[in-house]
């Protein structure tokens, strides 16, 4: 397969043609956080935390979905993605229940540890609005706390591509 | 404006996406046209039966051998499908919702083939084009943005309706000259210019020549070619967050910044139009909108917050009025609007006859009083005051 060569953060790095930014940055031990994103699934480019800066590209970029291209230059920790990234986190936060200590995924969790890597304590929005959902233990098996999801779709493209049964989908618009 | 060509003459679309097909070598077409617009599309269906009836569509073309098969495709009226990456789930039957460009439609568009996307203004152009030749189209215009643009123009104006102008014309061309001017003499504020989610420029900005590069620069965008033209009495905070409220609802709720962010936003306008807002708030939805606009995945979410920047940089005396003093300039926030008897009262009394909380008090012939703390700030003593001698601060 071709290979091409980019730049990521002053290291140039060879990465398979095909293959995202992420891919590549993380084969070069370069990391960028993600949440949506799961390397047995699709990636969707859906929560935005994996944002990097594309030289000669208006907007931040999906490190997750951009393909690597020859000569790309690329920064993954700049001030602007800094500062994009944390706000993501804040958002996902501001509608998400404040009980880590009594949750039980506390310490095994994403979301958790990546607002903790990024020093976000608090957030700015704890005013707003908070999406409310019944806690559906109907199922003997699953239990499901909506009011926790933070929409990434994992689910539904790990039982749309792998289960191959499409049983989930989103519904409505979040808010 | 896209709406009147189709129910006008879907025939021009029609020509010029069977010029496009021919061209890219496609043997397919679909428009996609709004269910709302039942009219555009019983036009369309009819415009395409006689197009295939005459040979122009259809299969074997006016015998070239080549066929070009168009099919409408309704959709439901998601702003978001606006997008291209959205239409095409759109139209493959999937939820209309974007997806991360590259790959970009011409490479992997509709079912995973390469795509050509136009608007119906593009597609329409195009015959016209071919038959008068580039050098004819390009003389109308700037060198950078050649030709022509539709605008919708709307709002305060005299005379409303579609305007198409030679791209380089001044806003004040388009205002004054084309639609008249304002409505009942009034002053002109701000024109929003693109769209849902196109900026709101000031009176400063109204000799600017409209191009596609100076509109960027201003932070502004050609957009859909719609202008609001809005006067003195509108609140441009208001205006920002009616449009944040448009944007909000028809975020698609894929990507983070702008599901949460846009909702975010909205509840910061409407608490500062409501009086409640505090200065760390102008900060904060400027933080807000400027990461929107760099982290979100599609257009929609990449613009939606150009009418909160624009108003906030072109008009943030307004924002600062209502945070600092909880008074709104153009007297249009109803929970700010405050309404005054002045010397010019008669002490007729109609006014407190009609207040319905019954809070205006006066005796007769002498000067009425309303009690602020009570009032609802209905406006009815200001719609009925035979005299005028009421005034909204």
């Given amino acids: ?96 229940p404040k009980n880590c200590l009594t949750c039980r995924k506390n310490g095994d969790c994403e979301l958790q540890t990546m607002a903790a890597d990024m020093g976000v304590r608090t957030h700015r929005f704890d005013w707003g609005e908070r999406k409310i959902h019944t806690f559906d233990a109907s199922n003997p098996c699953l239990v499901r706390d909506q009011e926790k999801c933070i929409l990434c779709g994992r689910c539904i493209r790990v039982c749309r591509d792998i289960q191959q049964m499409n049983v989930y989908s989103f519904a409505n618009r979040g808010f | 404006m896209d709406r009147s060509v189709l129910e006008g003459d879907p025939h021009r679309v029609l020509e010029g996406m069977a010029i496009a097909a021919y061209a890219i070598g496609a043997e397919e077409g679909y428009i996609y046209v709004r269910a709302e617009y039942p009219l555009a599309v019983q036009r369309l269906k009819i415009a395409i039966h006689q197009a295939e009836e005459s040979g122009f569509l259809g299969k074997n073309i006016i015998g ?14 998601a702003f978001v499908c606006g997008e291209e990456t959205a239409l095409i789930a759109s139209i493959e039957g999937r939820r209309g919702m974007p997806r991360p460009r590259p790959p970009f439609p011409a490479n992997e568009g509709l079912w995973g083939k390469p795509t050509n996307n136009n608007n119906v203004e593009t597609y329409a152009n195009v015959a016209q084009i071919i038959n008068k030749g580039a050098a004819w189209y390009r003389h109308f215009g700037t060198a950078e943005s050649p030709g022509t643009k539709v605008f919708a123009l709307t709002g305060k104006i005299n005379h409303t309706g579609l305007a198409e102008v030679p791209m380089g014309i001044t806003m004040r061309e388009i205002i004054y000259d084309i639609g008249g001017g304002i409505l009942d003499g009034k002053k002109f504020k701000a024109v929003q210019i693109g769209g849902p989610s196109g900026a709101c420029l000031p009176e400063e900005l109204l000799d600017l020549p409209v191009t596609y590069d100076s509109l960027t620069e201003v932070g502004a965008m050609m957009g859909s070619g719609g202008l609001v033209v809005m006067d003195e009495t509108t ?122 909380v019954h809070v205006i008090t006066g005796k007769a012939k002498e000067k009425h009083r309303i009690d602020q703390e009570r009032c609802i700030k209905c406006g009815t003593c200001y719609t009925n005051c035979p005299f005028d001698a009421i005034i909204k601060g």
């Fill in chain 2, 64 to 77: 070239s051998g080549k066929n070009i098969m168009l099919h409408i495709k309704e959709g439901a009226g």
């Fill in chain 1, 1 to 96: 397969m071709k290979t091409v060569s980019l730049t990521i953060n002053g290291i140039v790095v060879k990465a398979p043609q095909g293959f995202s930014i992420l891919e590549a940055a993380r084969s070069a031990g370069i990391y960028i956080p993600t949440l949506c994103y799961h390397p047995d699934l699709v990636p969707e480019g859906a929560c935005r935390m994996c944002i990097v800066d594309v030289s000669g590209v208006k907007t931040l970029v999906a490190s997750c979905m951009y393909p690597v291209e020859e000569g790309m230059i690329v920064k993954t920790n700049t001030a602007k993605v800094r500062e994009a990234r944390r706000m993501v986190i804040e958002l996902l936060l501001a509608n998400h």
């Fill in chain 2, 235 to 356: 609140c441009m905070v208001d205006v920002a967050r009616f449009f944040i409220n448009f944007t909000q609802s028809e975020s698609c709720g894929q990507c983070t910044p702008c599901r949460e962010g846009t909702k975010r936003m909205l509840e910061i306008l409407t608490r500062i139009t409501e009086g409640g807002g505090s200065e760390s708030d102008l900060e904060l939805l400027e933080i807000l909108a400027r990461n929107i606009k760099q982290a979100s995945l599609c257009g929609l979410g990449q613009t939606a917050p150009n009418p909160v920047l624009s108003t906030i940089k072109y008009f943030r005396d307004e924002y600062e009025a209502h945070i600092k003093e909880k008074h709104c300039p153009a007297g249009a926030c109803e929970s700010l609007a405050s309404y005054i008897i002045t010397d010019a009262c008669k002490g007729c009394g109609v006014c407190a006859r009609n207040c319905p």
